[in-house]
Nanobody
Framework: QVQLVESGGGLVQAGGSLRLSCAAS????????MGWYRQAPGKQRELVAT???????NYADSVKGRFTISRDNVRNTVYLRMNSLKPEDTGVYYC????????WGKGTLVTVSS
């Protein structure tokens, strides 16, 4: 089993910044891809960004140029730096890790006020 614990969410004004962290523990040796997904009220969960163990990144078009995902393989932690936040970035942000299966954290709420 793998446990994922997110932190760093909160309330911020539009144009502000936040940094999310996700610490992984447990049977982490098989984990390759870690990432962030988000779910806005009334919407489906969507990909925000992912990063492989080797550092290859992937971003949703809506966050390119504003968000940066990074990873510390020694601390087994993945980060999401979010700049120029918009109200439409509001949602619960979930950490994800795989394989051999999809593991999820409980989420951290990000609220961007206009």
């Amino acid at each position: 089993q793998v446990q994922l614990v997110e932190s760093g969410g909160g309330l911020v004004q539009a144009g502000g910044s936040l940094r999310l962290s996700c610490a992984a523990s447990g049977n982490i040796f098989s984990i390759n891809i870690m990432g962030w997904y988000r779910q806005a009220p009334g919407k489906q969960r969507e990909l925000v960004a992912t990063i492989t163990r080797g550092g290859t990144t992937n971003y949703a078009d809506s966050v390119k140029g504003r968000f940066t995902i990074s990873r510390d393989n020694v601390r087994n932690t993945v980060y999401l730096r979010m700049n120029s936040l918009k109200p439409e970035d509001t949602g619960v942000y979930y950490c994800n890790a795989e394989p051999p299966r999809n593991y999820w954290g409980k989420g951290t709420l990000v609220t961007v006020s206009s």
